[in-house]
Structures are given as C-alpha cells and as structure tokens.
C-alpha cells in the first residue's frame, strides 16, 4: 500500500514537473496528445474493458466533439469552458443515437451500427459543404480560452491536457467503484445471471456507451483547439487502432492500465521513431496473439 | 395458505415438440416444493417460462395471486421476487465473491446509475448495509475466508453454496433453484441441505428441480412431478413416493 501510494506520488510529480524537465516543444506537444489519448482511452476502456463491448464509434464520438467544439468557437466566438461541455452533450447524444437502437439487439449488431455510425459522420463532414467545407476542413480553430483565460504556450496546454487526463480517470475511477461500475462488471461476466440478479443489460451497457461518447467528444474538442484545425479525418480509422491497442496491451477493465497503455503507445513510437510500416506490422502481429492467445477478452 | 406462484396452462412449443403442453401448479408461500420428473420432461422450460428467459406460446404466471408476471421481461420478474439459479452453474467469475454477493443485490429499488455513480451520500449507505448483510451471508455460507477472491477460484461445491447465497442476498419472494446439489460431492450436499431448510425461515419460498430424490423427498413438502411437458401427479413425498406411476414414467424412457 505505501509502494503503491509512493508510485503514485513519484508519478505524479514526474507529471507535474514534466514540463520543467523537458523545454523541446516537440516533446511537450507529444505530452499533450498523450492527455487527449488519455481521455480517449478511458472512453474506450468503459465500453470495451468493463462492458465487454466491442465499439467503433470512438472516432465517431470524437470528431462531433471536435466538430461542435470548433463550430461553436469559430462561429460564435464561445469560450472553451461552454464548448466543452456542448461537445460532451454532443457525445452523449450520439451515444443514445447509437446506442439506443443497437444495444437492444445484439452485441454484434452494436458492432456494427457502431461501424456505420463512424462512417456515416465521416461521410456528412465531407459532404455538409456549407457547415464544414468537406475536405478542405476547418483552419484557424481559436486556442482554447478557459473563463477569460487563454491557454495558448505549450506548456499551458500540457497542464489543461493533463488536468483533463487527470479528470478523465477520477470519473471512470468513480464510476467503476460504484454500484453501478458492479453492474457493468455483472452484465459484461454473464448476461443471464445479471439479468437473474435484477440487471438490467441493456440500460446498464447505454448508460456506459454514453458517459464514453461524452467523454470521447471532450478529447475531440480539446484536440480541435490544440491542433487549431480539423477535417473529417478526425472520423478516421488510424486513431482506433492505436486506441485499441492503448487500451488492450495497457490492461482494458483496469483503471491504469489504459492510461500506461497511452503514454506508452504514444511516446514508445516517437521515441524509437519506429517506421508507419513497422508499427502497423508490430500491431497487426499484436492484434493477432491477442485473438489467439486470449480470444475471451474480445468476443466473450 | 396462499400461493406465491400460481401457473396456469403453460404451453411452450419448439417447432413442433411441445416442450410443456398445459401445465398448472400452485407453488404455496413459505413450502419447499419440488419439481421432478425424467430429462425432457420440461422441468427448466417450466423455470425458464417462470422467470421469463423463454417465453410460453400461452397460459400465466402470476406472483403472490397479484402481479401478473405473464411475459414480463427476465430483469423485472427477478426484481419483482422471483430469483432463479440455472442448471449450468453461474456465477460472476472474474468478480470477488463479495462482489459476487453485492452484484446479486444489485436491483434495490430506487437504483440510479448516475447517482451511483456519483456516489451520492443515499447511494453510500444503501452500499454500507449490503455489504454488512453481504458479510454476514458470507459467514453463513461458509466462505468468509474467500470473501476477496475471484469467484473463478472456488471450488464447484463452493460455487454451488455461493450461489445460494446470492439468490438469498436478492431477497427473494421465491427461488427457482435448478439442480442445487446436482455435481457436489456428500459433505457439500449436507452444506447445500442445511441451507436450503432454512430458507422457509427466512421468508424464502423455493421451488427445486432437483436429480437427487433422496434430497427431494427429504426436504420438500410437496412434490410435483412432470412428464413429457404434462403434470402427471402432485402430492407430499409420501404420496408420491407410492405413485406407481412416477416410478413408471422414471423407467419408462430412462
């Protein structure tokens, strides 16, 4: 217990001081996106870790986030503090969309409906010329501006990036530790026996989906106002992979496996700077020694 | 004395084998009553239209002579008293015994994800007093010793008992235990029975479809016996026991 604590201490000033240890900017961005996969991570570990579900919708989730968030601050001049939440809305939203329907059906048809969802986004933000000019996305995202206060050096934003990381797993940790984080564990263990005790699978799983969507259109907006631009790539495949592999290898139903999942798949390739081929090989090869070797973990 | 179940003309058909063909039986409060009758005689069919896992292609179910269970969904028949266990033993593996427990007293009523989520000071009390009563049916049950374990590392007898102690943890109405001994070795048996005896007291009424007649006759005070998807006698054990009938329809097509 003391180990643990001291761990947790070391780590945490490690965090904090990051930025003192570090003045490569390149490294502070790098750091930055590892806040955002944090949140992004715990998004996914909710549905995937501690419901057993397998979602696609992460990107979906994430691009309305960055979507909404950069309409709202282009168009209306908002403040971050306001975008955020309407992109946390916007998540939730989507996952009741998404959810409402599939989850009734079958934990394959959630699969799949997740799927269609991502792709259908994708293809309205290429095509809603007049709201996100398609292709050509949208430049000149406002720095995010919290209350008045702008966060626009980097290292400001590696402190907002890890405060959300930060928030992020204080929530799941908080959920998974209720009642209702029990519920999740029953319904995702055996369906029939939580339904025998009194659970409700369906509404447990929806409830789970949209605390993710929000928290993934939350990564989405910080994103947008990190990167300062977006396009409907933002709906793209490339971040589930990672995504996966993030919350997979770091430890899915573990409330820190996710997160070392994320800093290390995030730094590990920059910091080797592994070649785009070889880290698609690396996690094809991994991918598949995980079907292999656990196949409960994903199709249960 | 009034019925805590009360089925009538259950009929459940699979594509042209009818499975159960017009059942009705009265399950009278505070009894343990029991089911027998040869494999394929539709006794879990019965359990599942019961709790509502199959639904029946006709006839009722109702709960205490009030609430009309009749194809209702399995979450809201369990939260309304009827808790069943099922032939392939379940429990929640990768859970902790104690979570195990907690898991199984999970639909109280009032429940709110996201107040429980929150962890709002209700919700922390409520969770106080199920895990002293999880505590104390751990004690109970024997397994105190394995209270943080994976309920994956109990023994099959263990499982068994743990079982029983979730059905209890729900605060049934009635349980629908399907096969309670049914794999466990003499000693458990013993363990299983003295729990199951004591369940009356508790305010539990069980409904048992149990293999093990020596058990049935032993503990139940009335016996129902099914064959081939038809009620074919009920009585107390000594009156079925004497049924030429039963042991018939036993050899019969054994």
């Known amino acids: 217990m003391n180990r643990r604590t001291a761990a947790f201490a070391a780590a945490g000033l490690v965090v904090l001081a990051f930025p003192l240890l570090v003045q490569s900017p390149y490294l502070l961005h790098i750091a930055v996106v590892t806040g955002i996969y944090v949140v992004l991570a715990q998004s996914l570990n909710l549905v995937l870790g501690y419901c057993g579900l397998l979602s696609l919708a992460t990107p979906a989730f994430f691009g309305i986030g960055a979507y909404v968030a950069t309409l709202l601050a282009l168009r209306a001049g908002w403040d971050t503090a306001a975008t955020l939440v309407l992109a946390a809305a916007g998540g939730l939203v989507a996952g009741v969309a998404i959810g409402f329907p599939s989850l009734r059906v079958s934990r394959h048809a959630f699969v799949i409906v997740t799927l269609a969802a991502t792709l259908l986004l994708q293809l309205v933000a290429l095509n809603w010329e007049d709201v996100t000019r398609g292709s050509l996305g949208l430049p000149n995202i406002p720095s995010a501006r919290f209350l008045g206060f702008a966060v626009v050096e980097r290292t400001q934003w590696y402190y907002a990036a890890a405060f959300a990381a930060t928030c992020a797993v204080a929530l799941t940790g908080l959920i998974v530790h209720s009642r209702f984080g029990r519920a999740m564990l029953a319904v995702r263990d055996d369906e029939q026996l939580a339904a025998a005790c009194g659970i409700d699978a369906f509404r447990t799983r929806l409830f789970a989906f949209c605390i993710s969507g929000a928290l993934a259109a939350v990564a989405g907006a910080l994103y947008a106002h990190f990167i300062t631009y977006i396009d409907p790539g933002v709906f793209g495949f490339s971040v589930t992979e990672t995504l996966h592999t993030m919350v997979i290898l770091g430890g899915a139903g573990t409330l820190w496996g996710p997160v070392a999942g994320a800093v290390i798949f995030t730094a590990l390739p920059e910091a080797l700077r592994l070649t785009p081929e070889l880290r698609s090989l690396i996690y094809g090869a991994i991918l598949l020694a995980i079907v292999l070797y656990q196949p409960r973990r994903l199709l249960g | ?254």
């Open chain 2, 1 to 254: 004395m009034t019925s805590v179940l009360s089925v009538r003309d259950i009929v459940k058909r699979y594509r042209g084998v009818t499975a159960l063909d017009g059942v009705s039986l009265a399950v009278r409060a505070g009894t343990i009553t029991g089911l027998i009758g040869p494999n394929g005689s539709g006794k879990s069919t019965l359990f599942d239209c019961i709790s509502g896992f199959q639904r029946a292609d006709s006839g009722s179910v109702q709960l205490d002579e009030r609430t009309d269970l009749t194809g209702m969904a399995a979450v809201r028949i369990a939260r309304a008293g009827v808790r069943r266990t099922f032939q392939q033993l379940k429990v929640f593996a990768r859970l902790s015994v104690l979570d195990n427990l907690l898991a199984s007293a999970q639909a109280a009523p009032g429940y709110s994800a996201l107040a429980e989520s929150l962890h709002l000071p209700g919700t922390r009390r409520h969770e106080r007093a199920m895990r002293e009563r999880a505590l104390q049916v751990l004690a109970e049950i024997r397994l105190a010793p394995h209270a943080a374990s994976p309920a994956a590392a109990l023994s099959y007898g263990q499982k068994k008992l743990l079982e029983l102690g979730m059905a209890l943890m729900s605060d049934p109405k009635v349980m629908l235990l399907d096969e309670p001994v049914a794999g466990v070795n003499p000693a458990l048996i013993e363990d299983l029975r003295r729990e199951l005896v004591r369940m009356p007291a508790r305010g539990v009424t069980l409904f048992v479809v149990e293999h093990n007649l020596q058990l049935v006759f032993d503990i139940c005070d009335w016996i129902f016996v099914l064959d081939r998807g038809r009620l074919l006698t009920a009585g107390t054990p000594d009156q079925v026991a004497k049924d030429e009938r039963v042991i018939e329809s036993y050899l019969g097509h054994g």
